[in-house]
C-alpha cells in the first residue's frame, strides 16, 4: 500500500501567517491527492481534491499544488477558523489511504 | 444539500455483530460510489470500505476483509456496513462519505460530503 508521510506533525503560528504544509508519497499516486480538514468533535472536510483543486466552498487562501510523490497544501493567510488537523488522503491505488496529519495550532 | 446521517454505532461486547447505516438525501444516491472510513478515539482517519454506485464492485480494508460487508439500497438512499466479529480494534468513529464522480467517471472514489459519523465502541 502507499505511505503518505505529513511533515510537520505539528505548525505552531499565528493568525494572518502563511502555512506550508507536506505531504510525501511512498510511490506516484499521479495527482490523486486530496487534503482534509478535521476541527475537533467535527466531521472531516475535503478542502483540495486531486492535488490542486478547491472542493465546493473553501475559500480561495487554501490551495494545494504537487504531482507524483511531492504534495504541498498552503493556506495563504491564516484565518481564525483554519486552525485545524489536516490529512493528506491518496486514491492513486488501493487501498486509500492517509497520512498521519499536521496539526495548525495557534502560537 | 447534500446530507449523510450515519447510524446504528452502539457499544458492542467483542465477537458481537453491528450494523451501521448512512442514508443519504439531496443527491441522485444510485449516481455515485459511497464509501466508509474510521478513526479510533484520538487517532488518525482509515480507510474501511467502498462500493460502486451499481453495487456490483466492493472494495475492502484487509483489516476488516472478510468480517465486514459493505451494501446499498438505492431504494432506501441508505448505505450499509455490516460488521461482525468485532474486536477493541475496531473501536472508532466511522463516518461514510460521498463519491465525487459520477457513476464510473472514476476508477478510485474522488470524496466530496461526510457524515457527521456514528460512534462504534467495542468493550465488554
Known amino acids: 500500500e502507499i505511505v503518505l508521510t505529513q511533515s510537520p506533525a505539528t505548525l505552531s503560528l499565528s493568525p494572518g501567517e502563511r502555512a506550508t504544509l507536506s505531504c510525501r508519497a511512498s510511490?506516484?499516486?499521479?495527482?490523486?491527492l486530496a487534503w482534509c480538514q478535521q476541527k475537533p468533535g467535527q466531521a472531516p472536510r475535503v478542502v483540495i481534491f486531486?492535488?490542486?483543486h478547491r472542493a465546493t466552498g473553501i475559500p480561495d487562501r487554501f490551495s494545494g499544488s504537487g504531482s507524483g510523490t511531492d504534495f504541498t497544501l498552503t493556506i495563504s493567510s491564516l484565518e481564525p477558523e483554519d486552525f485545524a488537523v489536516y490529512y493528506c488522503?491518496?486514491?492513486?491505488?488501493?487501498?486509500?489511504?492517509f497520512g498521519g496529519g499536521t496539526k495548525v495550532e495557534i502560537k | 444539500e447534500v446530507q449523510l446521517l450515519e447510524s446504528g454505532g452502539d457499544l458492542i461486547q467483542p465477537g458481537g455483530s453491528l450494523r451501521l447505516s448512512c442514508a443519504g438525501s439531496?443527491?441522485?444516491?444510485?449516481?455515485?460510489?459511497m464509501t466508509w472510513f474510521r478513526q479510533a478515539p484520538g487517532k488518525g482517519l482509515e480507510w474501511v470500505s467502498t462500493?460502486?454506485?451499481?453495487?456490483?464492485?466492493?472494495y475492502y480494508a484487509d483489516s476488516v476483509k472478510g468480517r465486514f460487508i459493505v451494501s446499498r439500497d438505492d431504494s432506501k438512499n441508505t448505505l450499509y456496513l455490516e460488521m461482525n466479529s468485532l474486536g477493541a480494534g475496531d473501536t472508532a468513529m466511522y463516518y461514510c462519505?460521498?463519491?465525487?464522480?459520477?457513476?464510473?467517471?472514476?476508477?478510485?472514489?474522488?470524496?466530496?460530503?461526510w457524515g457527521q459519523g456514528t460512534l462504534v465502541t467495542v468493550s465488554s
Open positions: 462500493i460502486s454506485h451499481s453495487g456490483m464492485k466492493t
Open positions: 462519505a460521498k463519491d465525487g464522480c459520477y457513476a464510473t467517471s472514476c476508477v478510485t472514489p474522488r470524496l466530496d460530503y
Open positions: 488522503l491518496q486514491r492513486g491505488s488501493w487501498p486509500l489511504t
Open positions: 510511490e506516484s499516486v499521479s495527482g490523486f
Open positions: 486531486d492535488a490542486s
Open positions: 439531496g443527491f441522485s444516491f444510485s449516481d455515485y460510489a
